[in-house]
């Protein structure tokens, strides 16, 4: 099995879990803390589903219809969980409302906190692992599901903080306001994901860093070409696609070009795992003297007419 889907099946089964364990005790101490955590992880849940299922499409390879891959299937992936989590957000501010104008009591908070805590060590955990195999495999689908995790990570202490704070003190209110800080955490998290699944999706460049190693690999052959110039990336899913036109000495033999190509495409796939690399080739036109071989393109041209 893909390392992948391997790592989003774990989420499933771990979110199914906490879903049914949160909304049971957030329903039995009357808690909207806890019941909007149960309402965050069904979101999380969703998430994982469809992480899990767009990852084993943008597995597939190019096909005719899809010549450049199935990798957007993973951005796409990633901006639905991002709707998602910002729905789930709406939910738990109505909910927080709801309970501060009509001032319900929480009950038997022992049970709220021990969910709480139960749900953060495994979604630390969970989301640990994700994350590791998001990186190892640059998956957008993944990364964006151990986000959804993490977050809980986050908002699940929170919620178990403010559970024991409400025990202590006997201040009710602690309770919607917590998920209101819930809510605010969710809808950061959700904005930072909709930015990086999103720009992939309307054929962003490369990050900075990225394109630096591209044109610093090009660079390391600089001595065996004139130039280099239109220097175009984007990124779907976890492929990348870079294509350049490399001006190169037009009494260059097309076997030693080719070769070129070779070794600066091998670099960059190497630099970059996942990239597919285009190069289009340009003879040198100019009469100037040339920085590789002196005149090397008027030397061919008095060679012809010399023949």
Known sequence: MDARAGA????????????????????????VSVISEAGHSGIDLVAAVIAYFSIRLASRPADVEHRYGHGKIENISGVIEALLIFMAAV??????AKKIISGAPVTATGAGILVMA?????????????????KATDSIALEADALHLRTDVYTSLGVMLGLIALELTGLHWLDPVIALVVAATIVLAAYKLTREAFLPLIDARLPEAEEKTITSIIANYGSEYVEFHKLRTRKAGRERQVDLHLVVPGNRHVDEVHELCDRIVSDIKTALPHTQVLIH?????????CRICSNCYRQESDDRKSN
């Open 91 to 96: 939910w738990i501010i109505i909910e927080a």
């Open 8 to 31: 989003a099946r774990i989420s499933v089964i771990s979110n199914t879990a906490l879903v049914f364990g949160k909304l049971a005790v957030g329903i039995s101490i009357n808690s």
């Open 118 to 134: 139960f749900s953060g060590i495994i979604n630390f955990f969970v989301s640990r692992h994700l994350y590791r195999v998001a």
């Open 281 to 289: 080739v340009e003879p040198c036109q100019s009469d100037e003297d």
